[in-house]
């Protein structure tokens, strides 16, 4: 029987409660569909800091390093937030995975059912089918890792900061390809952002985005939008994209704008995929809400479990080849939802439920 190995990281706020609904979702598909789970359970974030010193505890890193994928909680909280920020569990734990792992593909669905448009910030004539694009994102280069960076004390006694901004063609050309695979599953469509009439970084990026979508999928339709210019279509149009493939930094700023389009942080999950292949012969990635810890709710059993539970059903997809048993779990999100069955956060007409429930009501839904 095929055995999915996995490190299981719930990290902070509400990272453990919905987590423990996602690993249930999960065990169901597992025997409905023949295959074993197997997970060992790690801290990160916070919790680490607290119990272990530090965010990205060696042992957890070790539990990664002998899995197949790592389904991720979410990490941080107030308690942490007078930390220097280098020590701060966001930036001390998910940067060092993502090198570690070279975790370059960072792919954000930014999924909008037709039932929920009231859970949006626009307007909802404007929205009438819901949304549904999804964000490629360059993760491992650009300005987040290019040298030098540092904070420097000049002559004159005043400081001066340097961060670089760095992309090579091989880069760009590698997250082009996971745009292209990934709009070739949907509405061959790929919108590619950048500051190409500003920064050389851009001018490069465009060029080799044409060139490699050109030479390797005619059939896409690629266009181009400066960040901008991009960032008011997604808060005024969000319905007209399918695919937009982007920097490091442009996409860690549109892919939250996306989030918030989107209505509830609850219900958008991510990929973020490695260049190294897992004993599946698919590539090694680590799977995650976009929505954060929400200290506000932790611990209470009210937070929406869906953007976890969709995280895990792309890790099926993704790292491990059970693409029927991740469609059968959206289509059961989706469902559960449609019929009425809500969080707070997604709630308007309709009583709330609980985490526990709305996890019940999408295995009811998993037939
Ligand atoms: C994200 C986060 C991270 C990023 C932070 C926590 C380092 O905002 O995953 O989008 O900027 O990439
Ligand atoms: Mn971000």
Redesign the pocket.
């Given at each position: 029987m095929d055995s999915l190995k996995f490190a299981v990281l719930p990290g902070d706020g509400i990272g453990p409660e919905v987590m423990e609904t996602a690993l249930e979702v999960l065990g169901h598909v597992a025997r409905k569909h023949n295959f074993v789970l197997q997970y060992e359970e790690s801290d990160v974030g916070g919790i680490a800091i607290d119990r272990q010193g530090t965010a990205l505890p060696p042992q957890t890193l070790e539990a990664c390093q002998s899995s197949e994928a790592i389904l991720f909680g979410s990490i941080?909280g107030p308690k942490w937030e007078s930390l220097p920020p280098a020590e701060q569990p966001?930036?001390a734990a998910?940067?060092p995975l993502?090198k570690t792992f070279s975790l370059f593909a960072?792919i954000r669905p930014g999924l909008l059912y037709p039932e929920l448009v009231d859970a949006s910030p626009i307007k909802s004539e404007r929205i009438a089918q819901g949304i549904d694009m999804v964000v490629v994102?360059e993760?491992t280069g650009g300005i987040?890792f290019g040298q030098p960076r540092e904070i420097r004390c000049l002559d004159n006694g005043e400081k001066e900061a340097i961060d670089t901004m760095v992309y090579r063609t091989s880069e760009i050309e590698r997250i082009a390809e996971v745009a292209i695979r990934t709009a070739l599953g949907r509405n061959k469509r790929i919108c590619s952002v950048d500051k190409a009439n500003v920064l050389a970084n851009s001018v490069l990026w465009r060029e080799t985005v044409t060139a490699y979508v050109k030479e390797n999928a005619p059939d896409i339709e690629l266009s181009y939008l400066y960040v901008d210019n991009a960032a008011m279509q997604i808060a005024s149009d969000p319905g007209r994209f399918d695919v937009i493939l982007t920097g490091?930094?442009f996409?860690?700023i549109l892919?939250?704008l996306m989030a918030s389009v989107c209505g509830s942080l609850g219900m958008l999950a991510?990929a973020s995929l490695g260049t190294g292949k897992n004993s599946h012969g698919l590539p090694f990635g680590l799977y995650?809400p976009?929505g954060g810890t929400a200290p506000d709710i932790a611990g209470k059993g009210i937070a929406n479990p869906c953007a976890q539970i969709l995280s895990a059903a792309l890790m099926l997809r993704h790292s491990f080849g059970h693409s029927e048993a991740a469609d059968e779990i959206e289509r059961a999100v989706h469902r559960a939802v449609s019929s009425g069955i809500r969080t707070s956060d997604i709630a308007f007409e309709t009583q709330s439920v609980s985490t526990q429930q709305m996890g019940k009501a999408i295995l009811s839904n998993i037939s």
């Open positions: 941080g966001e930036r998910l940067l993502r960072n994102r993760l987040y490091n930094m996409g860690d892919s939250d991510s995650e976009a």
